[in-house]
């Protein structure tokens, strides 16, 4: 593989969905400063995210964001190495604030720019320099559990992926919230229902158990989501209401470490199972996915819980590997809402083709 040289640090820009980040990264990966806005008080009363809410938030707040950062690390434009920014997938109007401003300040300060793709950036964070001790080699299995997405994935080598599985209807994270608003918990409803479970039992409410025992490693939640409406009558008592948030996470849990024994089966030499999205953050989910890794005689991997929501280190990050390999964009790169890692290529593509 070809190696390049990166000059100086990387600014990772993030603004695909609901968060707007900025962050700086050492060219070996050293995290050098680091900054997330949330955008919940604009999306809450709404119940969810608007498009064009999130869209002018983040460009009302990135330029912010990027400036406090290098700031912070001590660090003027004039001394970065290299402009990564998420061109997709994601909201079309977020990505082109965070593209272009991007782009605008490689043109300025004559810098190579990485669009990256946002599934990229969680597929890569385990391999961040610090996170596991000894790193991640591939292959390993991602599980990128979140309310936007929901798949298994075997990450091969860098720009080389595989989707073993994904949902059919909705994301985890999606279930979770949906089913959270049918209890009339606050949204996001993940941390809620979660909190809520904590107090119930798991066993009152028999659920389906959707794709349970199936082959392959597919997910289905919207059957699960439906139960859940159908057994709001018969909740009486607060505790009714604990017990069928438990008996919505354990059913969850369970069908989510069913299927990733699957997908584990499916990339024999698979050197980890690493864990991503908001949804890893959930205490039962993570412990029934690590019984699967352990029973299978490998490391569970989670990043810390703010790499493993939406932010920008892990960009900066998808940058500098992109980078080192030579790989760069033109500026005429135009952002993807839509952008399945399979169409990725890394390193070893580019060769091919004699580049
Ligand atoms: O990765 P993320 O921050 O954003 C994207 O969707 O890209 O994931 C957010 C999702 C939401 O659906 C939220 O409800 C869910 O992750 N979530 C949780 C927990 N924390 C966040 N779900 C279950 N339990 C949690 N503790
Ligand atoms: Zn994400």
Request: proline share 8%; hydrophobic share 45%.
């Amino acid at each position: 593989m070809r190696s390049a040289a990166i000059e100086g640090p990387v600014l990772g820009l993030e603004a695909s969905c609901d968060e707007t980040a900025a962050a700086l990264l050492a060219p070996d990966g050293r995290i050098l400063a680091e900054a997330v806005r949330s955008q919940l008080a604009e999306h809450t009363p709404y119940g969810g995210v608007v498009p064009e809410i999130a869209a002018r938030a983040h460009l009302a707040h990135l330029p912010a964001l990027a400036t406090e950062v290098l700031a912070r690390a001590g660090v003027s434009s004039d001394q970065l190495g290299g402009i990564a920014a998420t061109a997709g997938p994601g909201l079309i109007g977020g990505l082109i604030v965070g593209s272009s401003f991007g782009k605008g300040m490689a043109i300025a300060h004559g810098l190579p720019f990485v669009a990256v793709n946002h599934l990229e950036g969680h597929a890569l964070t385990a391999r961040i320099p610090g996170l596991v001790e000894g790193g991640v080699e591939f292959p390993y299995l991602l599980l990128l559990l979140s309310g936007g997405h929901c798949q298994c994935v075997a990450v091969e080598g860098l720009g080389r992926y595989r989707r073993l599985g994904s949902t059919l209807d909705d994301a985890v994270g999606e279930a979770f919230d949906k089913s959270a608003k049918l209890m009339g918990l606050p949204w996001p409803g993940g941390p809620a229902l979660e909190k809520l479970a904590q107090t119930g039992d798991p066993k009152k409410f028999p659920l389906p158990r959707p794709m349970l025992g199936r082959p392959g490693c597919d997910f289905s939640f919207s059957g699960l989501k439906t139960a859940v409406a159908q057994s709001i009558p018969k909740l009486a008592t607060e505790q009714d209401r604990a017990d069928l948030a438990a008996a919505f996470q354990y059913v969850v849990a369970a069908v989510l470490a069913d299927r990733a024994r699957n997908a584990l089966a499916m990339l024999p030499g698979a050197t980890a199972m690493v864990v991503a999205g908001g949804v890893a953050a959930n205490q039962g989910v993570r412990a029934a996915l690590s019984g699967v890794a352990q029973k299978a005689g490998l490391p569970m991997i989670a990043p810390p819980i703010r790499l493993c929501t939406d932010n920008a280190v892990m960009i900066a990050w998808a940058g500098i590997e992109r980078l080192r390999a030579g790989l760069t964009e033109p500026l005429d790169h135009a952002p993807r809402p839509r952008w399945p890692l399979a169409e990725l290529t890394g390193p070893d593509a580019h060769q091919d083709m004699g580049a």
